[in-house]
């Protein structure tokens, strides 16, 4: 289990509705608040342990003498006094930074900037309330929790709300050298061996196809030509030699697109890891600015699904059929349910901003599961998740006769079922272009 969700588990559902009251937000916009927060704070303690403030980190986190109370607590307090110590917080962490962190919150969330901000200013104590209880529970310090959160970068850059990453400098963050002094080694005469004669090495096996068609061609064509000699050019052995001259030819051809297709394979394989979660969170490239038809920017990866259907929509040469579907890239669900994680709800206003900017798109949404367990079930979670990813647009705004949802199961995969890493790329939701 990584940092972001030991954190998250510490945090129960009371605490989460005391944030809600207090903030005057939804409990679901906490949660998503929690999510975009979470790895921010952990972004902003790895920036200060490197290359800021550690004195500073030493204030706030009162795990590395000991925790005192609960981190709930905090909420207990003067509304106007949690305001102030988070608004403290969030300068002390982030600097000129604050407003990216609020703004990235602003988006995940949906709330207005005020609101948006005043959320951050109560979760950011929590959280490092939390991170605190947890540094006494494990027996850290600063340097191992700075080391801990540097080993966790990209998770934590996978689960930061889109552009928030860069905004930092996050990925361009590195441990400092440590000079190791250098130790002159004292020179060593071993003795002369003779050399031992242990008899013909082997050559290794190997499979490839041309070890043996290249002798077999050099045989095929000296038997060709000794037959010539000899006068045996008659109809039958010269039908029986082309026969085999053309089996090599068509061997050698299946042999060259079988390597062309191995070849394909490794070009067209996904870039990415699981975390610990067990989601495979993939290499998405650098992130960039679209800006929609209506005028609207978002901040969308190079590879992601939500450039892909852009540039799918806008060019007038690919056609709407019923094989072009694009993968989900952050849309993930709780283990064996149908709950979306409040991290996919960047990825979900993306795609509710693409569909108010194109009006005339309609999508058909397509869920899917890996392999194990029992083929009935996978098709129902499927469809369920399927028309969960539907009913979250709709609740947006989104007309629902632009959208249709259906479950497929273990069919269609993506990735092979055998490995931990396949299975996660083939629980997926797809989606299609059905009317441009």
Request: glycine share 12%; proline share 5%; with cysteine.
């Amino acid at each position: 289990m990584n940092l972001i969700e030991m954190i998250k588990n510490e945090i129960g559902d009371d605490v989460v509705s005391s944030l809600s009251q207090k903030a005057g937000v939804s409990e679901d916009q906490v949660k998503t608040g929690l999510s975009a927060g979470i790895p921010a704070v952990l972004a902003g303690i790895l920036k200060n342990g490197i290359g800021g403030d550690s004195g500073f980190l030493g204030k706030i986190l009162s795990g590395a003498s000991g925790m005192v109370g609960k981190p709930e607590d905090v909420l207990n307090g003067d509304h106007g006094d949690l305001l102030e110590k988070g608004k403290s917080l969030l300068g002390g962490l982030f600097g000129n930074d604050s407003d990216a962190v609020t703004g990235a919150v602003a988006s995940s969330t949906g709330l207005s900037g005020p609101k948006s901000a005043g959320l951050l200013a109560m979760i950011v104590p929590l959280i490092t309330g939390y991170i605190s209880k947890l540094m006494a529970s494990k027996g850290w310090g600063i340097s191992d929790l700075v080391g801990k959160i540097f080993e966790s970068k990209a998770d934590i850059a996978a689960a930061m709300p889109q552009g928030l990453s860069d905004s930092l400098g996050f990925a361009s963050i590195k441990m400092p050298n440590v000079n190791i002094p250098k130790v002159d080694v004292p020179k060593v005469e071993l003795p002369k061996v003779p050399p031992v004669n242990y008899g013909v090495a082997q050559e290794p096996k190997s499979g490839s196809i041309f070890k043996w068609l290249i002798p077999l061609l050099i045989i095929l064509i000296g038997g060709w030509w000794l037959m010539g000699k000899m006068g045996c050019n008659s109809p039958k052995v010269e039908n029986t030699i082309g026969a085999n001259m053309d089996s090599l030819g068509h061997t050698m051809d299946s042999a060259t697109d079988a390597m062309k297709a191995d070849a394909m394979a490794a070009r067209e394989s996904i870039e990415g890891k699981l975390n610990e979660a067990g989601d495979f969170v993939r290499d998405l490239g650098v992130v960039i600015v679209k800006k929609l038809p209506d005028g609207k920017e978002i901040k969308v990866a190079e590879n992601s699904v939500e450039n892909k259907l852009i540039m799918f929509i806008e060019d007038k040469d690919k056609p709407v059929d019923k094989t072009t579907w694009f993968t989900f890239d952050r849309l993930y669900f709780e283990p064996g349910k149908s709950v979306l994680k409040a991290e996919s709800q960047g990825q979900i206003n993306n795609i509710d901003a693409i569909l108010i900017a194109y009006p005339t798109v309609k999508l058909k949404i397509g869920g899917y599961t890996d392999n194990t367990g029992d083929a009935s079930v996978n098709k129902k979670i499927s469809d369920e998740r399927a028309n969960v990813a539907k009913n979250e647009l709709v609740k947006m705004g989104i007309d629902a006769k632009r959208l249709d949802a259906e479950g497929y199961g273990a069919e269609h995969p993506i990735a092979s079922n055998d490995t931990p890493e396949g299975r996660a790329q083939n629980r997926r939701i797809d989606i299609r272009v059905m009317e441009k």
